[in-house]
Every structure is written in C-alpha cells, then in structure tokens.
C-alpha cells in the first residue's frame, strides 16, 4: 500500500465558538472547519490533516473526534488527501480511531507512539503493527518532546518493515536523520517542523506536514515547489522572511499562535482554543503579532 505524498498536508487547526453548555465552554464549528479545509485545498494544499495535536484533538468528546474527519472528508471532496490523526495512549485506542478513519473516508492515519507512556522498543513495534492491521496507510509521527518516545533511525527501520507503514513525519529536530533513515529503509521522510522545512527539503524529504500553512497556504505551496524544483536561491529568499512566524510551530503555545496567526492574516478562522490551552500571554501575543507583520510586509511587497 502506498500513499502520494508529495506536497504540503496541513495539520489543522479546528474552529471552535461559544457555547456555555459544551465542553470548556466552546463547541466545535464545523461549518467554519470545512471552510478552512476547502480554502486549504483551494489555495493548492496537496492534504489536510484533522485531530492532530493542533487540532486540538485530546480536547474533543470521541463523538466530536469522529465527527471532525467526516467533516474533512466531505469538504475534501477528494480533491486532495485526508491523513487523519489517530493517536492514542495504547494501540487499542488508536486502532479504534484507525477503524473510524477507514469507515469514514480517510486516505490514510498520522500514528504517533503510545501518548503518555515511555513505551519500549518492542510495545512501539506492536503499536504500530497493531494499527496497521486496519488498513489505511501509516505515517509514523515522530516528536519525543511530546511523547517521550524518539523514533530513531535504526527504530524506524523496523517499523517500515510493517506492511501499510509508508512515511514517517519527522519533528526530533535533528535534520540529520533525514539522510540517515533514507539510507535504512525506504520510506518517505516527511518535514514535520515547519521551522526545519528548508533544510529537511534540501536534505530530500519529499513532503511536508505544516502548521503555519494553516495561515499561508498559497506561499506554503510555492515554498515547497521552489526547494523541491532545486531553486534554491528563491526558496532560501521566501523561507528566510518566513521562519520567524514558522518558528512558533515549534513552541509551547503553537496551537494558539498559528490559530491568532490566520486570524491576522484574515482569510479564514482562527478563534480560541479549548482548555488546557488557555490565550497567549500579552507577550507572545506581541511576538506572534510581530512576526506575523514582518512576513505580511514582505509578501505584499514581492
């Protein structure tokens, strides 16, 4: 089983409004979710990625988990890819949501390792292999800030053995790996911080995973097609007045900077996040915005 994915699958952030009576006080808006996920499409996204850590995906009722990836799918209209989030604390939890993502439409599932156990080698390989058994395409996701849990290079060649395992989203930090697992396994090593893109393309990773794509689809796009086409010079020019706003994918408070970020730009819906996620200090706040305008500056400047 293979799966395309070549291009920039965007993890998306989900829409909430007011609502006393659900949960923390803030109820999905699907209807300003399957907007955003068309305008991604729309503006050239090869993907889009629902309940992963910046859709906020821990914070949802199951039914409201479930109901995201239909959302998706139906808004997608197989235009492009749904690679649906199924994380998990054990691999019967994941592979449940595997199960739903499969019923309802999904292309493919972004797996990260058992969430909030410093699982072993081997309890890694049966998550996945466990997982796998569903059907759908796996990329492997890897961020042992988070998880506590480092998909090395030797590991994931392993786990690429396990039929259905195609790529691995790669957010260690550490571009290096790009080279090294390539040179292990076959597999496709996707970029997974967006702060790291330029050099993880550069490297040969053929795809990416984005957050800040949530707020510049169009120049994600066209970043991605300069690095992949071997114009170097212009992809280094773009990236360099990008990285500063990309470099809050990699912080604490991504999920509410990249939200206040589509909010800036204004051509979609950012909002609040649910709890624990509370609103960003005065000072990220200011740092956000900040970045944010020197990127806008340069971009309706070009």
């Not at 139906?74 to 492009?80: I, K, L, M, P, Y």
């Not at 790529?167 to 396994?185: L, P």
Request: charged share 25%; proline share 6%.
């Amino acid at each position: 089983m293979t799966m395309d994915l070549g291009g920039v699958i965007v993890a998306t952030t989900l829409a909430f409004t007011p609502d006393p009576a659900a949960p923390g006080g803030l109820a999905v808006d699907y209807e300003r979710f399957a907007a955003h996920c068309d305008w991604l499409i729309s503006n050239g996204c090869r993907g889009v990625g629902p309940n992963g850590s910046l859709g906020e995906y821990s914070s949802l009722t199951d039914a409201e988990r479930r109901k995201v990836v239909q959302v998706a799918v139906e808004a997608v209209g197989g235009r492009g890819l749904v690679v649906a989030g199924v994380h998990g604390v054990g691999w019967h939890q994941a592979r449940h949501w595997a199960e739903l993502a499969r019923q309802d439409g999904a292309d493919g599932v972004l797996l990260l390792p058992p969430t909030l156990y410093r699982a072993s080698e081997a309890e890694v390989i049966e998550h996945y292999t466990r997982v796998a058994e569903v059907g759908l395409p796996i990329m492997m996701y890897n961020n042992p800030i988070d998880t506590k849990v480092d998909l090395v290079p030797s590991l994931v060649a392993k786990l690429a053995a396990i039929p259905n395992v195609v790529a691995i989203k790669e957010f260690s930090g550490d571009v290096r790996r790009v080279y090294e697992i390539r040179e292990r396994c076959d597999i496709d090593v996707i970029a997974g911080a967006d702060d790291l893109l330029f050099e993880s393309l550069v490297n040969g990773a053929v795809g990416w995973f984005a957050g800040y794509p949530n707020a510049f689809p169009a120049e994600a796009v066209e970043l991605y097609e300069l690095a992949r086409a071997d114009r170097i010079v212009e992809a280094r020019e773009l990236y360099r007045h990008l990285v500063p706003a990309f470099r809050w994918d990699s912080r604490t408070e991504f999920v509410q900077a990249i939200k206040l970020s589509i909010d800036i730009v204004g051509r979609s819906y950012g909002g609040p996040t649910r709890p624990p996620r509370g609103p960003l200090t005065p000072e990220h706040e200011a740092g956000v915005r900040a970045d944010m305008a020197a990127a806008l500056q340069y971009l309706t400047s070009r």
